[in-house]
């Protein structure tokens, strides 16, 4: 089955510490996205790729750093800069970048703070 | 600013009540609007979605939505709610001017059995 893949479920990360998370798909969609799900707050867009080797700021970047060397993989790095990394982390694809096509999400990772 | 609202974060129903759950937004332009649901331990999925024509649109599991362009609104409707509704629902809307789509806040729906 097609999907979206995210690893690992959870992660503990120490102060100080870069950690990235994986997303993967094989849907063969060209666009991905990552967003931060909070308590009452929604999905926020942290960065999104429409192309591979091509990405873009969402509304909260800072801390974060991303890549898109592959079509299927868009790994999310949260770096020590940023100073609240506790949340629930989504990924997901559309078939292109286009706002009228749906996104698919992935299952999350669960980042927290030891 | 480009904003979407959703005016109830917790929502109790028993089975079989109706429900509405409401969203507001603020955007310049053609929007297309969506509606996402997160059961419990699932991921993220699309319950329905509006881009053009017929301003009342039918999703899953009963459930279906009304634009309404002069109120920018886009409410979530269902006549009678089931205990397996109980979900976190999400209002989403995107401009054809850029290619982000922004969230709401969620509504938390919990249906008592």
């Known amino acids: 089955d097609g999907g979206i893949t995210q690893s690992p479920k959870y992660l503990f990360r120490k102060e100080g510490q870069n950690v990235t998370l994986s997303c993967e798909q094989n849907?063969?969609?060209?666009?991905m996205y990552w967003y931060r799900q909070d308590p009452g707050q929604g999905l926020r867009l942290i960065y999104y790729?429409?192309?591979?080797?091509?990405?873009q700021k969402g509304d909260i970047a800072e801390g974060y750093s991303v890549s898109r060397e592959k079509k299927e993989s868009f790994p999310l790095t949260v770096t020590s800069a940023q100073k609240n990394p506790t949340a629930f982390y989504l990924c997901?694809?559309?078939?292109?970048?286009?706002?009228?096509?749906?996104?698919?999400f992935g299952d999350g990772t669960r980042l927290s703070i030891l | 600013a480009q904003s979407v609202s959703q005016h109830n974060h917790h929502v109790i129903l028993s089975e079989a009540a109706s429900l509405e759950l409401g969203c507001n937004y603020s955007?310049?332009?053609?929007?297309?609007l969506f509606w996402y649901v997160q059961y419990p331990g699932q991921h993220l999925q699309l319950l329905l979605k509006?881009?053009?024509?017929?301003?009342l649109v039918k999703g899953i599991k009963g459930f279906e939505a009304e634009f309404i362009k002069s109120k920018f609104s886009f409410n979530l409707r269902k006549p009678s709610v089931q205990w397996s509704d109980t979900a976190e629902y999400f209002c989403a809307v995107s401009s054809q001017r850029d290619d982000k789509i922004i969230f709401g806040k969620g509504t938390r729906l919990h249906i008592l059995p």
């Open positions: 509006y881009f053009s024509g017929d301003p």
């Open positions: 790729s429409q192309i591979v080797n091509d990405f």
């Open positions: 955007y310049g332009g053609t929007v297309n």
């Open positions: 997901a694809s559309s078939l292109q970048g286009i706002s009228n096509q749906p996104q698919h």
């Open positions: 849907l063969n969609h060209d666009a």
